[in-house]
């Protein structure tokens, strides 16, 4: 199976940053004074959840701008979040320009997401 190979461009402004792969595209949109709040409908609407239970694990499968994992670690600094990414590019990214949180209770994994979890080496999320 062949890959997808895209660009990946980082576009900013004063207040904001945004990833993008395409023209006409926002994979990622984050407001550098407050990262932790979701810019996207779709980044919220995953984040509903959080009105029903209170997580300790999260998977997160596609990086991107690692605006899912600010509005987490915002919500408890002590959810353990794995994220799966598969272009290596995608993650230097979201680690020198999207403000990524360094925490021991994140792990970041270059790899598909599909062998991932066909692997089955990860614990219960």
């Keep these: 199976m062949g890959r997808l190979l895209l660009r990946s461009r980082v576009l900013d402004n004063k207040e904001v940053r945004i990833l993008a792969f395409a023209d006409n595209d926002e994979q990622s949109k984050l407001l550098k004074l407050t990262p932790h709040i979701p810019q996207h409908t779709y980044i919220q609407a995953m984040l509903l959840i959080l009105l029903f239970c209170e997580p300790k694990r999260v998977m997160i499968l596609g990086l991107g701008g690692g605006v899912l994992i600010h509005a987490l670690k915002y919500f408890d600094s002590s959810i353990k979040i794995t994220a799966v990414e598969l272009r290596e590019q995608v993650i230097h990214l979201s680690q020198r320009f999207f403000q990524l949180p360094q925490s021991k209770k ?20």
Excluded at 111 to 121: G, I, K, P, R, Y
């Design 106 to 125: 994140l792990t970041i994994i270059n790899q598909d997401a599909s062998a991932f979890l066909a692997e089955n080496h990860h614990k219960k999320v």
